[in-house]
């Protein structure tokens, strides 16, 4: 594993903009009643698991040193359950800071990014923020990566960034596709796949081609399917010298240890996962369903989020919905009819439709 000290991070302070900007918090709402119904954010509405919970308590009395032996163990039990090497395992204190540290650390004015259009948008900030080129490339057809359109768009990239389920859409981009994006990519480059969501898709990782590839890193987070949105625990993995690049930046960035020792009981139970993967497919899938139903398209989500078009001025669809206490995402620049909806528990869901119906059904 790669460390820095505090030391030569204050000294790159100056060189960082990017790590006080506050756009992503400056733009979220304020704190919601607590009957409020949060489908905006792609937060688990089941929290950590009951053993990550019980983990957390007992990780509150090891506070007081710092964490890096249950980071070890961390990186230990996510390469021995990959069958990659301990050494391939970054830990941050979520996937959102390993993910700005690698635009840093790849692009610059001259090497690029390229990534989608709509996608996750923090790639964009920070290479904005970098003051890297930009060029975001339409989604295809099937709301999937158009990964020719991307290895076109900037023969002088640093970076192509591809998140696969995609954030907003929750589409799938497939495996042969982001074969051809790793072998046809600008000499140099790195290809940088998000898997944050992953662990709800009928689609295998890529984490096991980092073996064979010193120019991929793939992202994960125990934010999502294991409800850890506000522990903030994330994994880079990739070869060690790439995740050596991204050490300069964020070398400390290490979850307390109550998080770290949570992350490592959501990874021993076996059966977190498959069960809230199933929940999770089941109420998307009624949802998606009923509202096709009443004639609106949706995208085909493997993710806990998909998008709706509703038809009509998306931001007005925000604002009738949270008038009423059902707070859904926002929306994309270039998808101004559609927006984005996290799937909740059942009661939640039901909850959505009830409003849903009411606001927006009959106004169509």
């Given at each position: 594993?790669?460390?820095?000290?505090?030391?030569?991070?204050?000294?790159?302070?100056?060189?960082?903009?990017?790590?006080?900007?506050?756009d992503?918090?400056?733009?979220?709402?304020?704190?919601?009643?607590?009957?409020?119904?949060?489908?905006?954010?792609?937060?688990?509405?089941?929290?950590?698991?009951?053993?990550?919970?019980?983990?957390?308590?007992?990780?509150?009395?090891?506070?007081?040193?710092?964490?890096?032996?249950?980071?070890?163990?961390?990186a230990?039990?996510?390469?021995?359950?990959?069958?990659?090497?301990?050494?391939?395992?970054?830990?941050?204190?979520?996937?959102?800071?390993?993910?700005?540290?690698?635009?840093?650390?790849?692009?610059?004015?001259?090497?690029?990014?390229?990534?989608?259009?709509?996608?996750?948008?923090?790639?964009?900030?920070?290479?904005e923020?970098?003051?890297?080129?930009?060029?975001?490339?339409?989604?295809?057809?099937?709301?999937?990566?158009?990964?020719?359109?991307?290895?076109?768009?900037?023969?002088?990239?640093?970076?192509l960034?591809?998140?696969?389920?995609?954030?907003?859409?929750?589409?799938?981009?497939?495996?042969?596709?982001i074969?051809?994006?790793?072998?046809?990519?600008?000499?140099?480059?790195?290809?940088?796949?998000?898997?944050?969501y992953?662990d709800?898709?009928?689609?295998?990782?890529?984490?096991?081609?980092?073996?064979?590839?010193?120019d991929?890193?793939?992202?994960?987070?125990?934010?999502?399917?294991?409800?850890?949105?506000?522990?903030?625990?994330?994994?880079?993995?990739?070869?060690?010298?790439?995740?050596?690049?991204?050490?300069?930046?964020?070398?400390?960035?290490?979850?307390?240890?109550?998080?770290?020792?949570?992350?490592?009981?959501?990874?021993?139970?076996?059966k977190?996962?498959?069960?809230?993967?199933?929940?999770?497919n089941?109420?998307?899938?009624?949802?998606?369903?009923?509202?096709?139903?009443?004639?609106?398209?949706?995208?085909?989500?493997?993710?806990?989020c998909?998008?709706?078009?509703?038809k009509?001025?998306?931001?007005?669809?925000?604002?009738?919905?949270?008038?009423?206490?059902?707070?859904?995402?926002?929306?994309?620049?270039?998808?101004?009819?559609?927006?984005?909806?996290?799937?909740?528990n059942?009661?939640?869901?039901?909850?959505?439709?009830?409003?849903?119906?009411?606001?927006?059904?009959?106004?169509?």
């Amino acid at each position: 594993m790669v460390s820095v000290s505090r030391r030569s991070l204050l000294a790159l302070g100056a060189a960082l903009p990017l790590l006080g900007r506050l756009d992503w918090a400056v733009a979220a709402p304020p704190p919601a009643k607590t009957d409020t119904v949060l489908l905006n954010y792609n937060e688990s509405p089941y929290g950590p698991s009951q053993a990550a919970r019980a983990a957390m308590q007992r990780g509150i009395a090891t506070s007081g040193r710092y964490p890096y032996k249950h980071m070890y163990a961390l990186a230990g039990l996510f390469a021995q359950q990959q069958g990659i090497a301990e050494e391939q395992v970054a830990v941050f204190a979520g996937s959102m800071a390993a993910l700005r540290y690698a635009v840093l650390a790849f692009t610059d004015q001259t090497h690029g990014l390229v990534m989608a259009t709509p996608s996750y948008e923090v790639p964009r900030q920070a290479a904005e923020s970098n003051k890297a080129p930009v060029k975001e490339v339409d989604l295809n057809a099937e709301h999937a990566h158009d990964v020719p359109a991307m290895l076109a768009a900037d023969s002088s990239a640093g970076m192509l960034y591809l998140c696969n389920p995609n954030n907003p859409t929750g589409t799938v981009t497939p495996t042969d596709a982001i074969r051809q994006a790793l072998a046809n990519k600008p000499k140099g480059s790195v290809l940088v796949v998000d898997e944050a969501y992953i662990d709800f898709a009928d689609v295998p990782s890529v984490v096991s081609w980092v073996k064979d590839h010193d120019d991929l890193l793939v992202l994960r987070t125990f934010s999502k399917i294991y409800g850890m949105a506000g522990a903030r625990l994330g994994l880079a993995i990739g070869h060690p010298g790439l995740l050596e690049r991204l050490a300069v930046f964020g070398g400390d960035n290490v979850p307390a240890g109550p998080t770290l020792l949570a992350g490592l009981a959501s990874l021993e139970d076996v059966k977190l996962l498959p069960q809230r993967k199933a929940l999770n497919n089941q109420l998307r899938d009624e949802t998606i369903a009923w509202l096709k139903g009443r004639g609106f398209a949706c995208t085909a989500s493997q993710a806990n989020c998909f998008m709706i078009d509703v038809k009509q001025p998306a931001e007005q669809v925000i604002e009738k919905l949270a008038a009423h206490g059902v707070l859904i995402g926002r929306v994309w620049k270039n998808w101004p009819q559609w927006v984005r909806v996290t799937v909740g528990n059942k009661q939640e869901m039901a909850r959505f439709r009830e409003v849903f119906a009411a606001q927006v059904v009959g106004s169509n």
